[in-house]
T-cell receptor, first 112, second 110 residues
Framework: SQTIHQWPATLVQPVGSPLSLECTVE??????LYWYRQAAGRGLQLLFY??????ISSEVPQNLSASRPQDRQFILSSKKLLLSDSGFYLC???????????FGQGTRLTVV | QKEVEQNSGPLSVPEGAIASLNCTYS??????FFWYRQYSGKSPELIMF????GDKEDGRFTAQLNKASQYVSLLIRDSQPSDSATYLC??????????FGTGTRLQVFP
């Protein structure tokens, strides 16, 4: 069966520090991968998606970036965090682009 | 701009009652419809999907789709306090990304 791992579960980072969140999927090949952010009491905002290795599409311009160095690995990064980057970050995968998405357990990021 | 609309709630129902959660969408080309449950502080969990007009039942859950009215709903029968969560509606045209609503918070009180 397929599983998705996302870490860390919680993170407190100072403003201006770098960020690296990692997500891996097991049990499937060539998944579509997604990074979402959910601000407190808000809906899911799609940040990036990838349909293949090295292919990254950005939905929202901001100081975040994403990379997919391996088929089942998706990384969310920032060089300098802002207070507004605080939120609940979710990695997800799907078999078909636009199909049902399955989420990792999420990372709660607090920028202080 | 493709949109998915949900009443934010909270929707409060007594234990044992039927909870009815509604969702409307703007893209007439939408083909796939999903319901996710999200407990506070946790990630969304897929609980139902529906592709064709009509009803689809899975245990205590029934998804209803009316493409002509661009309306999808989720019924939860015999609601339990453990059903208290935020329910997210998601819609896709199958050629574009999933569009999520902002969710409806359901509270089931004993």
């Amino acid at each position: 069966s397929q599983t998705i791992h996302q870490w860390p579960a919680t993170l407190v980072q100072p403003v201006g520090s770098p960020l690296s969140l990692e997500c891996t999927v097991e049990g499937t090949s060539n998944p579509n991968l997604y990074w979402y952010r959910q601000a407190a009491g808000r809906g899911l905002q799609l940040l990036f998606y990838s349909v293949g290795i090295g292919q990254i599409s950005s939905e929202v311009p901001q100081n975040l970036s994403a990379s997919r160095p391996q088929d089942r690995q998706f990384i969310l990064s920032s060089k300098k965090l802002l207070l507004s980057d605080s939120g609940f970050y979710l990695c997800a995968w799907s078999v078909f682009f636009g199909g049902e998405a399955f989420f990792g357990q999420g990372t709660r990021l607090t920028v202080v | 701009q493709k949109e998915v609309e949900q009443n934010s709630g909270p929707l409060s129902v007594p234990e044992g009652a039927i909870a009815s959660l509604n969702c409307t969408y703007s893209d007439r080309g939408s083909q796939s419809f999903f319901w996710y449950r999200q407990y506070s502080g946790k990630s969304p969990e897929l609980i139902m999907f529906i592709y064709s007009n009509g009803d689809k039942e899975d245990g205590r859950f029934t998804a209803q789709l009316n493409k002509a009215s661009q309306y999808v709903s989720l019924l939860i029968r015999d609601s339990q306090p453990s059903d208290s969560a935020t329910y997210l509606c998601a819609v896709s045209s199958n050629t574009d990304k999933l569009i999520f609503g902002t969710g409806t918070r359901l509270q089931v009180f004993p």
